[in-house]
């Protein structure tokens, strides 16, 4: 084990000399400089592992200082601790973390315990292993500890963004304070202020997610509500103004602005590669926040809505053939086993209690694969179940099916792509991604004889010569291609979702369903797809009502993401899901919705119209002991 070596830009003596020897006692080296231009000459010299940084020095300040030093030095690898006295407000805080991507922030006075937390041994690594290994390695331990947690955390610099849910929670369950800035390769930057582990804040590039519709759409106000608030004459927000002329509860503005958070927590969800900079920092926790509880809806809703079933089969691939493992706290009354996904699968929680596999549980004939790989995602992703290290069969019949079905998955693929579904294009060397075939194979036969010998070392000498085949440069230019095909195939896709949508306005749901199948093939990452399916579904099924059609529906609906539910079409699908399912309340209720968002949308006022007849049919056919109670006055005291 190294030590770290450490570079302190302090002009206050008294405090870098304090700091240089605690620092010595424990073993590090220790570099003090006074000023830029002091630190300049010495980081010429010397290779530093963390730069601890006053924000206020003379000349250039100390986060100008940072920029400048990263711009001008992109190679070299280092952390950055901001120190300061008089920036102490959270906003000042966050911005300058953001700028700097500083690894934390220390506000003087400060504790040595805060700086011996930062600073810690450096581990000395052979190869560098690739990120989604370095995250998901977590599945193989049955307890981690919060230590781990927070280290593998800081370990991870770039990810898909896909795997945001995992960070998420991993930093809600460490109690972590702090801001986790998000660079997007488009170049767009997100920040999201957490505090013991709640999100306090979410602060995204967002333009389209405001409170007001937000609180049209949650049924908390009207249209002529918004109107009033907004020709009052005060300076107040949209929310206080509406609390303050008694056109809402502020309890129903918490919740609205919770929502809100959730809403841009799922616009950072997608296909794109980020990079990760958390900054340890005092948070202040306020209201409203996002607490584990909250979270938990939340991470449920994200990975049935915005994680693809494809990108799930790539990265649950290694691990195929291992025994999912349950840990001690999944048991049938633990919230988890209560969310939609888990419902889905009947019997799930047995057949993990039996040690089975996802080859296993693929073959359940009952099973939506779709609706199984998100939901062992969301009981991995909240430490339920993990993945036994090693990949073991009972017998050789067991493990040659196993072998076959893998050959047949990669069959046809060009080698980028055939590495890609096996999740071996994400290392950076041709050995660390060899070291995990036997990861994907399982031991080699010991018997030559053994049937499953001949396909286990077909299938080993094609991935090796994969592997060898794609060097760096080749990598990068395959996947380029890839990518151009992919956004072409997202232009064709996008033009059958428009002719479908026009489709379904003239209630040719047969034909606008089959334009919808053919544009989920092409592009997975359509959006409103699940919105346009479940409503050209509903429509062929109006008459039927088939339950089995009904329950394929519902995945559809629970596979809209909160981003795509705040226009007019959400409620309005909804409300035909209600109508087919004979809920009219609801369904009046949506289509209220539907056309407070749009009211000029002719679809919604024909089903409204349709529903407000069919629930004065029923009224008609109802009872006095089976109406409803203002019904029951009207009937009783109307004009004779």
């Known amino acids: 084990m190294s030590k770290n070596k450490i570079l302190i830009l302090e002009d206050d003596k008294t405090l870098s000399q304090s700091l240089q020897e605690a620092l010595e006692k424990r073993g590090f080296e220790v570099i003090p400089a006074a000023n830029a231009e002091e630190a300049n000459a010495l980081l010429n010299e010397h290779k530093v592992d963390y730069i601890?940084?006053?924000?206020?020095?003379?000349?250039?300040?100390?986060?100008?200082?940072?920029?400048?030093?990263?711009?001008?030095?992109?190679?070299?690898?280092?952390?950055?601790?901001?120190?300061?006295?008089?920036?102490?407000?959270?906003?000042?805080?966050?911005?300058?973390?953001?700028?700097?991507?500083?690894?934390a922030f220390l506000k003087k006075p400060f504790d040595l315990d805060q700086v011996f937390n930062i600073v810690k041994e450096k581990e000395d690594n052979a190869k560098k292993e690739s990120p989604r290994k370095m995250l998901y390695q977590i599945f193989s331990k049955d307890m981690v500890s919060t230590r781990e947690k927070r280290k593998l955390i800081e370990s991870i610099e770039e990810i898909s963004a896909y795997d945001l849910p995992f960070i998420y929670s991993l930093l809600t369950e460490t109690k972590s304070s702090g801001y986790l800035n998000i660079y997007f390769n488009d170049g767009s930057v997100s920040g999201i202020a957490f505090s013991n582990g709640c999100i306090v804040a979410v602060d995204v590039e967002d333009k389209s997610t405001y409170i007001g519709?937000?609180?049209?759409?949650?049924?908390?106000?009207?249209?002529?509500?918004?109107?009033?608030?907004?020709?009052?004459?005060?300076?107040?927000r949209l929310g206080q103004r509406l609390i303050s002329s008694n056109l809402m509860s502020p309890h129903a503005l918490d919740l609205t602005m919770i929502e809100q958070m959730n809403v841009r927590l799922s616009k950072t969800?997608?296909?794109?590669?980020?990079?990760?900079?958390?900054?340890?920092?005092?948070?202040?926790?306020?209201?409203?926040?996002?607490?584990s509880e909250l979270l938990l809806n939340y991470l449920h809703d994200w990975i049935a809505s915005k994680l693809p079933t494809n990108w799930l089969k790539n990265l649950y691939m290694m691990w195929a053939g291992h025994q999912i493992i349950p840990n001690a706290h999944l048991k049938p009354d633990h919230p988890c086993m209560q969310m939609s996904l888990i419902q889905s699968l009947d019997g799930l929680l047995?057949?993990?209690?039996?040690?089975?596999?996802?080859?296993e549980l693929l073959g359940v004939p009952d099973y939506n694969q779709a609706a199984l790989y998100k939901a062992l995602h969301f009981l991995v992703t909240k430490g339920l179940i993990y993945f036994s290290r090693n990949i073991s069969f009972d017998n050789v019949d067991e493990h040659f099916d196993y072998l076959t079905k893998?050959?047949?998955?990669?069959?046809?693929?060009?080698?980028?792509?055939?590495?890609?579904?096996?999740?071996?294009?994400?290392?950076?060397?041709?050995?660390?991604?060899?070291?995990?075939?036997?990861?994907?194979?399982?031991?080699?036969?010991?018997?030559?004889?053994?049937?499953?010998?001949?396909?286990?070392?077909?299938?080993y000498n094609k991935i090796s010569t994969a592997i060898n085949s794609l060097n760096p440069e080749a990598k990068i230019q395959l996947k380029k291609a890839i990518e151009k095909n992919e956004a072409e195939n997202r232009i064709k896709a996008n033009q059958l979702l428009d002719e479908s949508k026009k489709e379904?306005?003239?209630?040719?749901?047969?034909?606008?369903?089959?334009?919808?199948?053919?544009?989920?093939?092409?592009?997975?990452?359509?959006?409103?797809?699940?919105?346009?399916?479940?409503?050209?579904?509903?429509?062929?099924?109006?008459?039927?009502?088939?339950?089995?059609?009904?329950?394929?529906?519902?995945?559809?609906?629970?596979?809209?993401?909160?981003?795509?539910r705040y226009d007019y079409l959400y409620p309005y699908v909804m409300g035909l899901y209600y109508k087919a399912t004979n809920d009219y309340l609801n369904a009046k209720k949506s289509f209220d919705k539907a056309l407070a968002m749009d009211n000029t949308f002719l679809a919604a006022k024909r089903e409204l119209s349709l529903i407000e007849q069919m629930m004065k049919k029923t009224r008609k056919n109802d009872n006095l002991f089976t109406m409803d109670l203002k019904d029951v006055v009207t009937v009783l005291f109307k004009k004779k």
Do not use: H
């Open 350 to 359: 047995d057949k993990l209690a039996k040690k089975t596999t996802l080859s």
């Open 406 to 459: 893998l050959k047949a998955q990669i069959e046809n693929k060009s080698d980028y792509e055939m590495l890609e579904a096996l999740g071996l294009t994400q290392y950076n060397d041709a050995e660390s991604a060899a070291s995990e075939i036997e990861t994907l194979l399982g031991q080699e036969p010991m018997k030559k004889e053994a049937k499953n010998f001949g396909v286990w070392y077909e299938l």
């Open 52 to 103: 601890f940084v006053d924000c206020l020095l003379p000349g250039m300040s100390g986060d100008e200082f940072v920029i400048k030093l990263k711009k001008d030095k992109p190679d070299r690898k280092f952390k950055v601790i901001l120190m300061s006295g008089i920036y102490t407000d959270k906003s000042t805080i966050q911005d300058m973390l953001k700028r700097t991507q500083a690894s």
């Open 269 to 291: 969800i997608s296909e794109k590669t980020v990079k990760l900079n958390f900054s340890a920092s005092e948070v202040e926790l306020t209201q409203p926040n996002i607490d």
């Open 213 to 236: 519709e937000l609180l049209i759409q949650s049924g908390y106000v009207s249209p002529t509500d918004i109107q009033k608030a907004l020709q009052s004459k005060n300076n107040q």
């Open 504 to 564: 379904l306005m003239l209630s040719q749901f047969q034909s606008a369903l089959v334009k919808l199948k053919e544009a989920g093939k092409l592009s997975g990452t359509l959006f409103q797809y699940n919105i346009y399916i479940a409503w050209a579904r509903l429509g062929m099924n109006m008459q039927k009502k088939d339950k089995n059609v009904i329950k394929e529906i519902e995945f559809d609906l629970m596979q809209i993401p909160a981003d795509e």
